[in-house]
């Protein structure tokens, strides 16, 4: 059984305009939640995390948003740029242990 | 954060045979961890490094197939035993402070058994 889900395998944004990309689990031990973004050939970066008692982190053009009543985690990037386009892996982790979703294709539009 | 080298970056080995993966951090790490990602899949925990002790293995990895050695705080190798086509997969070293943190992690090897 998944624990980590990313439901949308794609998005398409036009350059500009903000992303949103979301994420829900299943797991309500996980006690931070990370966001990685992933070129092909190489491996994956991370880009912010959010500790299971904060509802909101901001980093630069990056924002992630986590409801716990809903299970539910969503990042916000703004303005999109070309650069962005990538796979965003939305990870949860419990005893430091990580566990990834299937991640989403982002591609931003010119 | 800290900068991981794995080598090799990729391999094709023969069915029946082993190839050790090594990761080398540039710094003192408290974890290290083993991703597996198959094509078109997510990556998948295979076990967390433990320095000085036997690894710590997720459901479905045993060691036997999957041995793991940290001598210290900066290194890790595994090894994939008795390669068969299936076990064609990416494979990435992971490493870090803690969650919170987040982890970096290698650029990975392609592994492609024939």
């Known amino acids: 059984d998944q624990q980590v889900k990313q439901n949308s395998p794609s998005l398409s944004v036009q350059e500009g305009r903000i992303s949103i990309l979301n994420c829900d689990y299943t797991?309500?031990?996980?006690?931070?939640f990370l966001w990685y973004k992933k070129y092909p050939a190489e491996g994956p970066t991370f880009l912010i995390s959010?500790?299971?008692?904060?509802d909101k982190n901001e980093d630069g053009r990056f924002t992630v948003f986590l409801n716990k009543s809903a299970k539910h985690l969503s990042l916000h990037i703004v303005p999109s740029q070309p650069g962005d386009s990538a796979v965003y892996f939305c990870?949860?982790?419990?005893?430091?242990?990580?566990?990834f979703g299937k991640g989403t294709r982002l591609h931003i539009l010119p | 954060s800290a900068v991981i080298s794995q080598k090799p970056s990729r391999d094709i080995c023969q069915r029946g045979t082993s190839l050790t993966i090594q990761c080398q951090v540039d710094?003192?790490?408290?974890?290290m961890f083993w991703y597996r990602q198959q094509p078109g899949q997510s990556l998948t925990l295979i076990a967390t490094?433990?320095?000085?002790?036997?690894?710590?293995?997720e459901s479905g990895f045993v060691i036997d197939k999957f041995p793991i050695s940290r001598p210290n705080l900066t290194f890790s190798t595994l090894t994939v035993s008795n390669m068969s086509p299936e076990d064609s997969s990416i494979y990435l070293c992971?490493?870090?402070?803690?969650?919170?943190?987040?982890?970096?992690f290698g650029s990975g090897t392609r592994l492609t058994v024939v």
């Open positions: 992971s490493a870090g402070q803690g969650a919170n943190y987040g982890y970096t």
């Open positions: 797991n309500s031990m996980f006690d931070y």
């Open positions: 959010i500790s299971s008692i904060k």
């Open positions: 990870a949860a982790s419990e005893d430091d242990k990580i566990i």
């Open positions: 710094s003192q790490v408290t974890m």
């Open positions: 490094a433990n320095q000085g002790s036997e690894a710590t293995y």
